[in-house]
C-alpha cells in the first residue's frame, strides 16, 4: 500500500527531504513576514468592519467613535508588539508563549497558554477562510451560493501547501501578501490624493443608505459597553502576532534579531493599514449593519433578504477606484487570496507548538514527528480537520466565527507578558552590570505595561463577547486543558510502570519453564512449518491445541495427526457454541494458575498474501486471538507467517515499482544502483 500511495503522495506534497536538509528549510526575513504575519495584515481586510458593525447598533452617530477606537487599537498594537520584542530575545527556542509561562509561572500557568493558543490557531483558520470567501463572494455569485463547500476547499488546498513544507510554502505566499499590502498602500495614497489635492467626493455604494439602529439614543453606561465591544472587535487586528515568537526556530540566523525585526515591520505595516481604511470609510460614507437586511434603509425601505454586505475594504476601493475597473478588481482578488494564505500564520504555529507540547508529553507524540518534507505532518492535519469542523458547523460566517475569537490570544498575551515581568526580576536579582541592569529595567516595564494593557482588553473582551460567542472559546480550551492533562499523567504512569528501577525481583528472573503451544485447525503446510519452528525453539513442554467445532474436521484432523505420526501430542477442546477465541483463553488462564512462574508461547500460523481483499478472507480468528491474548500476563504470542503464492506475485510488484524512479525521486536515484550487492564487480 505504500508503493500504492508513493506516486499520489510525490505528486501532491514533493519529494521526501533528508533531515540534514533542515537548515535549507530556514527563512529570510522577507519569506517569514509574509509566513508568519499574514494574519494580522490581511485582518486588516475585516477588523475595520467589525468596529462599524458594532457601532451601528446605536446608529450612524456612533460612527464618529470609530477614530478612537482605531486610536486605542493602535496603541495596544504598539504595546504588544514592544512586549514580543523582548519575547524573542529572551526566548528564542520557540516555546513563545507557552515557554515563557511555564518557565515563570508553572506547568498549570503553561498548559494555559498551550490551550489558548490551540484553540485560537484553529480559529485564526476557520476565520481567515471564511473571511476570504465572503470576499471572494462579492465578486463571484458561485462562492456565496456554496460558502461552507468553498471554505472547506480552500483549507484542503491550504493543507496541501503546507505538506510541502515551510519555506516552499513561504514562497508561494509571499507574492499574494506583498500584492495585498501594496494595493492597500496604493488605495490609501490614491484616495488621500483625490480627497486632499483633486478634492473629490467619493462615495461608497452604501453612502447613500441609512441604518436603523437597534437601540437609539445610547448614553453612560450602555454607550461605554457599546464602545468597549466595538474595541473588543477592533482587537481582532492583533491575532497572529504571538506566531513570530513561536516560530522564531524557522528564522535564518541571527534568529532572534530577524524575529524582532519582522515583528516592527508587521506593527507598522498592520497599524498603517487599519487607521487608513477606517479614515477612508469615514470619508467615503461606508455603512454596515449586523443585520443587514431589516437595518440597512435604501430609499426608505429595508434591503432585504436579497441583499449582500460587501466588506469594509471592498466598497473603499470601490469609492476610491471605481467600480468593476481593474485595481478594484486587483485588490479584491488579493484581498480574498491573502485571507486564504492568512491562515498560513496558525499552519505553521499550531504544528510547532504542538510537536513542543508532544515533547513535554501533553499531546501524542506523533505530533512531535517530522513529515516527508520536513513540516510537522500530523500537527498540519489535525489542525486542518478542526477547523473543517468549525466552519461546517458555522456555515463559513465570519461574523459568527469572529465572536469566538480573541479570548484565547489576549490570554496568552496576559499570561506571557506577566511571565516576562518575573523572567525580568529574576535576573535583576543577580545582575550587577548597571548597563545591562538599565536594559533590564526598560524591558520589564515594557512587559509590564503589556500586561496591564492586554489583561485589561481581556476582561473587556469576555465581558462584551462572552454571551456572543465568546464561551464556546473557553469550552474549548477547557477540553484541550483536560485532554493534555490526562495525556500526561498516561504517559507518567506508563514511564513509572515500566522503568527498569522499579522492577520487581520476579521481573529479572528466568521463568521456571517454557509451556509452547501450537494453535492447530487443519494439518497442513503452514501448520508443519509452526510445529517445527516451535521444536527449534527447545520449550519445556511443546504440545498441539485443536478447537472442535466441526465434529467432522475434527476427526479428520485426529485421523490426519496419527497417519503422519506428528511427534507433537494433540490436544483438542470442545466448543459446544462454535467459539475459537474463548477456549483457547480459558486454557491459557488455566495453564497459568496451575504454575504461575511458566511462560506460556503460543504460536499462530498465519497467511501472507498479496492482495488487500485476501486479507478479508484470512487470518481474521489469527486476530481476534492475539488482540486477547496480548492482555493476558505471562505469555508470549509469536506469528509464523507461511506466503501463498499471491504473496510472490507482490514481491514482484513491489520489485518493479522499486526499480521505477516516481516523480521527484529522481534526485535521490534507486536505491538498488546506490548500494552493490557483495560478492558483485560494477
Not at 627 to 643: A, D, E, K
Request: charged share 20%.
Amino acid at each position: 500500500m505504500s508503493k500504492l500511495t508513493d506516486l499520489p503522495k510525490r505528486i501532491l506534497i514533493g519529494r521526501a527531504l533528508r533531515s540534514d536538509k533542515l537548515g535549507e528549510t530556514l527563512l529570510p526575513k522577507r519569506i517569514a513576514l509574509p509566513v508568519f504575519a499574514s494574519d494580522p495584515l490581511s485582518s486588516v481586510a475585516y477588523a475595520p468592519g467589525e468596529v462599524l458593525l458594532v457601532l451601528s447598533i446605536a446608529g450612524v452617530s456612533a460612527y464618529h467613535f470609530s477614530p478612537w477606537i482605531a486610536l486605542a487599537v493602535v496603541v495596544l498594537m504598539f504595546t504588544v508588539v514592544a512586549s514580543y520584542r523582548q519575547n524573542v530575545r529572551a526566548y528564542p527556542s520557540g516555546g513563545g508563549d507557552y515557554e515563557v509561562a511555564t518557565t515563570n509561572l508553572g506547568p498549570k500557568a503553561g498548559l494555559t497558554v498551550a490551550s489558548a493558543l490551540l484553540v485560537d490557531y484553529v480559529l485564526t483558520v476557520a476565520v481567515s477562510i471564511s473571511a476570504g470567501v465572503e470576499n471572494l463572494g462579492s465578486a463571484i455569485h458561485f462562492v456565496v451560493e456554496h460558502k461552507t463547500l468553498c471554505a472547506i476547499a480552500a483549507i484542503v488546498l491550504l493543507t496541501l501547501m503546507n505538506l510541502r513544507g515551510v519555506r516552499e510554502s513561504g514562497k508561494l505566499f509571499a507574492v499574494p501578501t506583498y500584492l495585498f499590502v501594496a494595493g492597500v498602500f496604493l488605495m490609501l495614497l490614491w484616495g488621500a490624493f483625490r480627497g486632499l489635492v483633486l478634492g473629490d467626493t467619493m462615495h461608497a455604494p452604501t453612502s447613500e443608505f441609512e441604518i436603523k439602529p437597534e437601540h437609539q439614543g445610547l448614553a453612560g453606561f450602555a454607550l461605554v459597553f457599546l464602545l468597549l465591544r466595538a474595541f473588543s472587535s477592533g482587537c481582532a487586528a492583533l491575532t497572529g502576532v504571538e506566531a513570530i515568537s513561536n516560530g522564531v526556530p524557522a528564522f535564518r540566523k541571527p534568529k532572534s534579531k530577524n524575529a524582532a525585526t519582522t515583528l516592527a515591520m508587521m506593527g507598522l505595516l498592520a497599524v498603517t493599514m487599519f487607521c487608513g481604511i477606517i479614515a477612508l470609510a469615514m470619508t467615503t460614507g461606508v455603512k454596515m449593519a449586523e443585520y443587514p437586511a431589516r437595518d440597512l434603509i435604501r430609499d426608505g425601505v429595508p434591503v432585504g433578504d436579497g441583499y449582500t454586505q460587501d466588506p469594509v475594504i471592498a466598497q473603499v476601493a470601490e469609492a476610491v477606484f471605481g467600480h468593476g475597473s481593474f485595481l478594484f478588481m486587483a485588490l479584491a482578488a488579493a484581498t480574498a487570496l491573502v485571507l486564504f494564505l492568512a491562515a498560513n500564520t496558525a499552519y505553521n504555529g499550531f504544528p510547532l507548538l504542538g510537536s513542543i507540547l508532544a515533547q513535554d508529553r501533553y499531546l501524542p507524540r506523533q505530533l512531535h514527528t517530522r513529515g516527508d518534507r520536513l513540516a510537522f505532518s500530523n500537527g498540519i492535519v489535525l489542525l486542518a480537520g478542526a477547523a473543517i469542523l468549525l466552519v461546517w458547523i458555522y456555515g463559513a460566517d465570519s461574523t459568527r466565527l469572529i465572536q469566538l475569537y480573541i479570548v484565547g490570544v489576549f490570554v496568552s498575551f496576559t499570561l506571557s507578558q506577566t511571565g516576562m515581568v518575573r523572567h525580568w526580576n529574576r535576573l535583576l536579582a543577580d545582575e550587577r552590570d548597571q548597563a545591562k541592569r538599565r536594559h533590564m529595567n526598560r524591558s520589564r516595564a515594557i512587559n509590564a505595561f503589556g500586561a496591564f494593557f492586554t489583561g485589561l482588553v481581556l476582561v473587556v473582551v469576555l465581558a462584551t463577547k462572552f454571551t456572543h460567542g465568546a464561551w464556546v472559546a473557553l469550552l474549548g480550551m477547557v477540553i484541550f486543558y483536560g485532554t493534555m492533562t490526562a495525556i500526561r499523567k498516561h504517559y507518567d504512569r506508563v514511564a513509572a510502570e515500566i522503568s527498569a528501577e522499579n522492577a520487581s525481583p520476579d521481573e529479572s528472573v528466568r521463568p521456571s519453564r517454557v509451556h509452547a503451544i501450537v494453535l492447530v485447525s487443519k494439518l497442513h503446510r503452514p501448520t508443519l512449518r509452526a510445529l517445527a519452528y516451535a521444536k527449534l525453539i527447545r520449550a519445556d513442554h511443546l504440545e498441539a491445541l485443536s478447537i472442535s467445532v466441526d465434529p467432522a474436521e475434527t476427526k479428520a484432523l485426529r485421523e490426519d495427526w496419527e497417519r503422519r505420526r506428528v511427534n507433537v501430542p494433540l490436544k483438542i477442546l470442545d466448543s459446544p457454541y462454535r467459539e475459537v477465541t474463548r477456549p483457547v483463553i480459558e486454557y491459557v488462564k488455566g495453564l497459568r494458575r496451575q504454575s504461575p512462574r511458566d511462560v506460556i508461547s503460543v504460536y499462530i500460523p498465519e497467511y501472507v498474501v498479496g492482495h488487500w481483499y485476501e486479507h478479508l478472507l484470512h487470518n481474521q480468528s489469527a486476530l481476534r486471538l492475539k488482540g486477547r491474548l496480548l492482555f493476558t500476563p505471562g505469555v508470549m504470542v509469536t506469528s509464523v507467517p507461511y506466503q501463498l503464492q499471491s504473496s510472490e506475485a507482490a514481491k514482484k510488484r513491489a520489485r518493479r515499482r522499486a526499480e521505477w524512479s516516481a516523480p521527484g525521486s529522481v534526485r535521490r536515484g534507486p536505491v538498488e544502483r546506490r548500494h552493490k550487492e557483495p560478492g558483485r564487480k560494477g
